[in-house]
């Protein structure tokens, strides 16, 4: 996915736009280095993406300069976010809504580049819409001016990537990426979460292996973002999240309650594979949930047949035999043949998945080792059971038992998909139906 970087001249007292004084940055000396920098970033940039004002301003500038900058300034991709322009003159140009920025996003090519566009800036960061900022910071006060961050925004840590000096006249490159948001659950465990988009609010819940970074979620979230606000979290051991012993699925409840609150006390929520049946659980028990949507929770409905106990996998990861642990949840949970197993060993992800092998002990307690559990018949809002065509039919028959258990459920088949392997904007797509 495209990520958006928003690139600032900025002031020491946090000025990037002053009337009167559009000139400031240019009374110091960047260097060849700081010169650099802005031509390399405009050269490695699939697109431009800017406010009506600075668009304008830059739109009576451009088109008559020339040299390799220009031509690349001119020739590349613009959008400009505005209701009030109609007619665009320079070329390559796309007049969008805020609200297209999140489907741009996804759209192939390279990455987006914000310059100036105060107004534009702060709304893509309130909707978690940006990646990176890169701020030329100058050592000069304007006292006065448009700053980037506007007085009232809402709390938002940054992590540091990169400092160092351009040129000899004081000015710093600083580069921030967003930290992700904490939530705190009621036995005092932080969970992390990150929130993208506009709109009602929708909470993702994850499954084995996955952390709020998973594609498949993070596809999700995408999907979504360009009409819900999305809270994607870390399910408590993994990722960002704390944990504390001993486990209870009481206390992953709390968890996604938590995070619930966080997004305004009451939200609509979707839980794939074993977070679907955590999201089950939270909603029989009466967490705020005022939508829910599952895909595929992995219960067993066929007599024969049981799924690794929490005991089992504990104990494999609590004997320091993580790689066993995976094995058995892989083989005997997820029906995975042996040779699959080996071979996936082999790969450089192999270890990210062993370092979360003590939460399948966790997964097992969520769905259990048998059938749907009577007690989802609980769940009392309306609910939204997909299933991918190409799954297994272990799979395909657990989806439609939840259909029938759950009481204002429905049952949508996703045609070509299949469990572990599902396209994300497919999933968000149906989401987004049901959600809306």
Sequence with gaps: MRKIIVSEFMTLDGVIEKPG???????????EEGNAVKADEVRSAGALLLGRTTYEGFAQAWPGQTGEFADTMNTMPKYVVSSTLHDPAWENTTVISVDDVAALKREPGGDILVNGSAELVQELAARGLVDEYRLMVY?????????????????????????RPVGDDGVVLLTYRPRHR??????????????????PAVVLVQGAFSTR????????????????????????GRGGSGDVAPYAVQREIDDLTAVIEAAGGRAMVFGG???????????????????????????????????????????????????DAVELFLTRGAEMPAEAVAGMKAQPFWPQIE???????YEAAVVGEGPVPERVAAVSVPTLVLAGSESSGRMRDAAQAVARRVPDARLEWL??????????????????????
Excluded at 140 to 163: H, I, K, S, T
Excluded at 290 to 308: D, S
Excluded at 415 to 436: M, T, V, W
Aim: hydrophobic share 40%; glycine share 12%.
């Design 182 to 199: 904490t939530a705190t659950s009621a036995d005092g465990t932080p969970i992390a979460y990150d929130r993208t988009g506009a709109g």
């Design 213 to 236: 970074d998973d594609p498949t979620m993070t596809g999700i979230a995408d999907t979504l973002a360009s009409r819900f606000t999305v809270y994607n979290y870390d399910r408590r």
């Design 415 to 436: 045609e070509g998909q299949a469990h572990g392997q599902a396209d994300p904007e497919a999933i968000g797509l149906a989401l987004e139906k049901f959600f809306a």
């Design 21 to 31: 004084e559009l000139g400031w940055a240019f009374r110091f000396d960047r260097g």
């Design 139 to 163: 050592p000069v006060l304007l006292g006065g001016g448009r700053r980037l961050f506007r007085d009232g925004a809402e709390d938002a840590a940054l992590a540091l990537v990169e400092a």
């Design 273 to 323: 594979s074993s977070g679907g049946a955590l999201a089950l659980e939270a909603a029989a028990a009466g967490a705020p949930i005022t939508r829910l949507a599952v895909f595929e929770p992995p219960y067993v409905t066929a007599p024969g047949h049981t799924l690794p106990s929490q005991e089992e996998l504990a104990d494999l990861a609590g004997q320091g035999r993580r790689g």
């Design 355 to 361: 370092a979360v092998a003590h939460t399948l002990a």
